[in-house]
């Protein structure tokens, strides 16, 4: 798994609303940041308690960058975006993993064929600073909403 003092991989595959949208976060994340992950797009705790609870918080403004990620493709990501933040006041961009191969890169993946149909992210926020990880926030359970929620990842 991902360590602290990590860089953020470094790779050319994450979408953002279409696959022409090509996102680095090696690239975006040079300041302060936030990558959260989740399993899926329109899940119930994703979409009712996880990431509303950054796009709601009052101190998601102090975070820097904040980057939802999932291995969905970057349609469904874009549409999920639009329903949790319509008129895109958060700031969070919301970012396809279709191949997974971000969150592999971070060995935050897991085995959900039973539920997803094949591997998913697990839930997860990174804090970033300057490119390098300094704090983590896995899920032990890989679904749970625990350490990983706004109001403990943003305190």
Known sequence: MVKIGDSVPDL???MENTPAGKVNLAKELTGKGLII???????PSCSATHIPGYVNSKNLKNA???FVVSVNDPFVMKAWGDSLDAEGTSGIR?????TGKFTEALDLSFDAAAIFGG?????YALVIDDGKV?????EP???GVDVSAAEKVLA
């Open 12 to 14: 050319d595959v994450l």
């Open 37 to 43: 992950g989740v399993p899926a797009a329109f899940s």
């Open 64 to 66: 820097g960058n904040v």
């Open 94 to 98: 919301f970012l396809g993993d279709p």
């Open 119 to 123: 591997p998913r992210s697990k839930r």
């Open 134 to 138: 300094k704090e983590i926030h896995a």
């Open 141 to 143: 359970d890989n679904t």
